[in-house]
C-alpha cells in the first residue's frame, strides 16, 4: 500500500521531481541531506502541488533560493517544493512592477533599475528569491521588502488569495506571507522614477558588502536577528568569539555575524556553534541571540 508521501507525489507525476537530492549541492552553505524534491514549472503546478498536499494533509517544506536556511545532515523528511528560478519573471505597468516569486532579488534590483526605476537598490547582492524576500522581510542598507511590497498573491489551503499587505503585516525578518500556511506565487512592487543616483547608490552597497562580509565562503548570511538596540556581530566579536571553530563551522573573522562554512562543515557543526555563541554572548553582555536562519530537516 501507497504511504501518503508515495500518493502525494503519484498525484504529482506530471511535475519534475527528483528523489534523494542532496540539499548540500542547493543551499548557500553548501550543508543538508537528502530530500525528494518537486520543481513546479509555474503558477498552475505550484497550485496543484498545494492542492494535492491539502487533500493528503502534508505540509510541505517551500524553498526559494535557500540563502536562509540550515538543513539537518539527516535531511528532510517532508515533500520540497522548489520555487527560485522556476517560477521567475517581471513585467511592469509604469511604476507597478508584477513579479513571480522565484526571481532572484538581485535580478529584480538589477532589471528594475535598467528600466529606469528605483527603490531596490539595496537589494542586489542580497541572494535570496523574492518569495524568500517577503517571507523573510529581507532587507539591507537601510531598505525593507516592506517599503515596495503592494500586493501579494499566495495560496493558503489550497486556494489563491491575493491582498495589499496591511502595516504589521511584514516587519524585521517576520512576515505573514510565509511558508508553511502562506505560498508567495507572485507579488507587485512599487517604485519610483530614478532620481538619476541610483547606480551609484547600488555600486556603493555593493562595494559594502563585498568589502564587509566573507562571501568567498559558503554561509546562511547573518545567522541572528539583530537585538534591540545592539548588533549582534558587534556582541559576538566582544565575547571573544572572531574565529571561533567547531568542526568546519567558523565564526567569520571578516564580519562575526556570519557562520561560514570553512568546507565539510556539518550541520551538526553549525548548531553546536550557534549555541556556543548564544551561551557566550548571553553570559558577556546579557543577551540572547536569536536566530534569523531557518533550521529546516530530521531532528532538528
Ligand atoms: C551571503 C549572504 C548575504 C545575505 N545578505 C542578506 C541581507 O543583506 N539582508 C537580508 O535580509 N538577508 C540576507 N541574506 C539572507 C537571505 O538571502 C534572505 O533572507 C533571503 O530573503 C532568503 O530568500 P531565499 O529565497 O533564499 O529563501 P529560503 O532560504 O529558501 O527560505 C527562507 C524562508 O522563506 C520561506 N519561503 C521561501 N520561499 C517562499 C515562498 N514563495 N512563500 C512562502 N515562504 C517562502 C521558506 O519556507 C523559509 O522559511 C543573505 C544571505 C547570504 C548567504
Redesign the pocket.
Known amino acids: 500500500m501507497l504511504n501518503r508521501y508515495d500518493a502525494f507525489f503519484q498525484a504529482l507525476k506530471e511535475i519534475p521531481f527528483e528523489k534523494g537530492l542532496m540539499m548540500q549541492a542547493h543551499t548557500?552553505f553548501r550543508i543538508g541531506g537528502p530530500a525528494n524534491a518537486l520543481f513546479p514549472r509555474n503558477a498552475n503546478e505550484l497550485l496543484h502541488i498545494m492542492q494535492a498536499a491539502a487533500a493528503h494533509e502534508i505540509e510541505p517544506?517551500?524553498?526559494?533560493?535557500?540563502?536562509?536556511?540550515l538543513v539537518s545532515d539527516k535531511g528532510i523528511e517532508e515533500p520540497v517544493v522548489f520555487?527560485?528560478n522556476m517560477l521567475s519573471g517581471i513585467e511592469h505597468q509604469d511604476t507597478v512592477f508584477t513579479v513571480q516569486?522565484g526571481t532572484l532579488?538581485s535580478t529584480l534590483s538589477k532589471e528594475t533599475l535598467r528600466m529606469g526605476y528605483m527603490g531596490l537598490e539595496w537589494a542586489n547582492?542580497?541572494?535570496?528569491?523574492v518569495?524568500?524576500?517577503?517571507?523573510?522581510n529581507?532587507?539591507?542598507y537601510g531598505g525593507e521588502i516592506k517599503d515596495y511590497l503592494t500586493e501579494v498573491t499566495?495560496i493558503e489551503n489550497g486556494e489563491l488569495h491575493t491582498v495589499c499587505p496591511q502595516s504589521g503585516d511584514l516587519s524585521y525578518?517576520r512576515s505573514v506571507?510565509?511558508?508553511p500556511s502562506?505560498?508567495?506565487v507572485s507579488a507587485k512592487f512599487t517604485l519610483q522614477p530614478d532620481d538619476g543616483y541610483a547606480a551609484e547608490r547600488m555600486r556603493d552597497y555593493m562595494q559594502r558588502r563585498l568589502a564587509k562580509?566573507p562571501?568567498q565562503y559558503p554561509?546562511?548570511?547573518?545567522v541572528f536577528k539583530r537585538p534591540q538596540g545592539f548588533f549582534a556581530g558587534s556582541l559576538i566579536e566582544q565575547a571573544g568569539l572572531k574565529g571561533a571553530q567547531i568542526g568546519g563551522a567558523r565564526v567569520s573573522e571578516l564580519h562575526a555575524g556570519f557562520i561560514i562554512n570553512t568546507g565539510g562543515a556539518t550541520c551538526a557543526d553549525v548548531l553546536a556553534l550557534i549555541a556556543h555563541i548564544q551561551e557566550r554572548v548571553l553570559a558577556h553582555s546579557g543577551v540572547m541571540l536569536q536566530p534569523e536562519l531557518?533550521i529546516i530537516g530530521k531532528g532538528v
Not at 131 to 136: E, N
Not at 219 to 222: D, E, M, N, V
Open positions: 548557500s517544506v517551500i524553498l526559494g533560493n535557500c540563502t536562509n536556511i520555487i527560485a516569486a532579488l547582492g542580497i541572494p535570496g528569491a518569495g524568500g524576500g517577503i517571507a523573510m529581507a532587507g539591507a499566495y525578518r506571507f510565509t511558508a502562506r505560498v508567495t562580509q562571501l554561509s546562511a548570511g547573518s531557518k
